[in-house]
């Protein structure tokens, strides 16, 4: 059944890993290059046995390495053989790692609370914010994009040549609403940046839902479902994909399709995950496409949820038998979901069953 006629979720607090796809490296027949090559030694670090236990951020790079980031103890990169660990004393802006990205060169980009690095010829390069350049909020195929570590309301944009900061463009609101939930955090803060199969970019907000940027500008959906929380403070807009029919989950009661001149249609969501005591619909932080269609969705508190479109099944993740905080969730090229966990690590599921990942 395809996805599109079902749908809807809402947020939790926490980073997307949202929808990027990860790889088991080992299971790879491509040998992947080594760390040593990847880096060229000049890139300081020290090979450790295992990954930290806080791993909130996951990305595999088309060399089949795979870059964990915790929000605490820097990054981590997994080349199938060995573990490097990279804090600020060789070289990182910050050891809070609030994203990993490839541009279509295949550089890989580092972005932490304080800054965003980009990896050239073995080092981490910090990249200087163009203080003198003009904000333009326009598509072009050559740009990246990023949250701004540090600064609400802000995000930035790299050309391959120049980094920009551009302040988020107005929601066009009443001032009341602009406020309502303006409480622990600015409603114009990015939680979570994401590209979608037409290359348009997409920004999900604290409080303000999503803005999207195409080729006629950004351009705001400010629907209740996706600023608003159980009738309660927003979490803003955690995690974004895409489903195979080009339907847009967001994390909240209802999924998007996008159709011509900014117009959309909305479907409600799939009910509760958790049983019937809870609110008609599901809290999640990070969501994933599996090759098959399916979805996945990282739960924080309940676990890891599969949508195949007809059913939902779901997966705890437990360590010594209790359910652990599950962070992040994305899918390697066999199709095996990952997930990073608040306290306990790496898990890859093994059969029916999510087991401990990348200890050594």
């Not at 949202?18 to 020290?46: D, W």
Request: glycine share 10%; hydrophobic share 35%.
């Amino acid at each position: 059944m395809a996805l599109r006629t079902v749908a809807g979720m809402m947020a939790c607090i926490g980073l997307v890993c949202t929808g990027l796809v990860l790889a088991s490296c080992a299971a790879n027949t491509e040998k992947p290059r080594s760390i040593r090559e990847h880096f060229l030694e000049e890139l300081n670090g020290e090979f450790v046995r295992e990954v930290d236990n806080n791993i909130m951020v996951m990305f595999q790079d088309r060399q089949n390495n795979l870059w964990m980031g915790s929000w605490r103890n820097g990054l981590y990169v997994f080349d199938g053989t060995s573990i490097r660990h990279i804090t600020e004393k060789h070289g990182l802006s910050s050891d809070r790692i609030e994203e990993i990205k490839e541009d279509r060169a295949g550089n890989v980009f580092v972005n932490t609370s304080a800054g965003l690095h980009k990896v050239e010829n073995g080092r981490l390069r910090l990249l200087p914010i163009d203080s003198m350049g003009t904000d333009v909020w326009r598509l072009r195929s050559q740009d990246v994009w990023f949250k701004h570590g540090g600064r609400e309301g802000y995000v930035l944009r790299y050309n391959g040549r120049t980094l920009s900061s551009l302040r988020m463009p107005p929601a066009e609101l009443p001032t009341d609403l602009v406020k309502k939930y303006w409480t622990a955090a600015d409603p114009y803060g990015v939680y979570t940046v994401y590209k979608d199969s037409h290359n348009c970019w997409w920004f999900g907000t604290a409080g303000l839902g999503v803005c999207r940027l195409d080729s006629t500008g950004p351009w705001w959906i400010h629907e209740p479902d996706l600023t608003e929380l159980h009738d309660g403070p927003a979490n803003g807009i955690r995690s974004i994909v895409e489903d195979r029919d080009g339907t847009f989950w967001f994390t909240a009661e209802y999924t998007y399709r996008i159709h011509a001149r900014h117009s959309y249609t909305r479907e409600k969501g799939i009910g509760p995950l958790r049983g019937t005591s809870y609110p008609q619909t599901m809290e999640y932080l990070s969501s994933a496409r599996a090759p098959d269609g399916s979805l996945w969705f990282a739960t924080y508190r309940n676990g890891v949820f599969r949508y195949d479109g007809r059913a939902v099944r779901r997966y705890p993740v437990q360590w010594n038998n209790e359910d652990v905080n599950v962070f992040c969730i994305s899918i390697d090229r066999q199709g095996i979901p990952i997930v990073g966990t608040h306290e306990h690590g790496i898990y890859r599921l093994n059969g029916e069953v999510f087991q401990r990942f990348l200890k050594l």
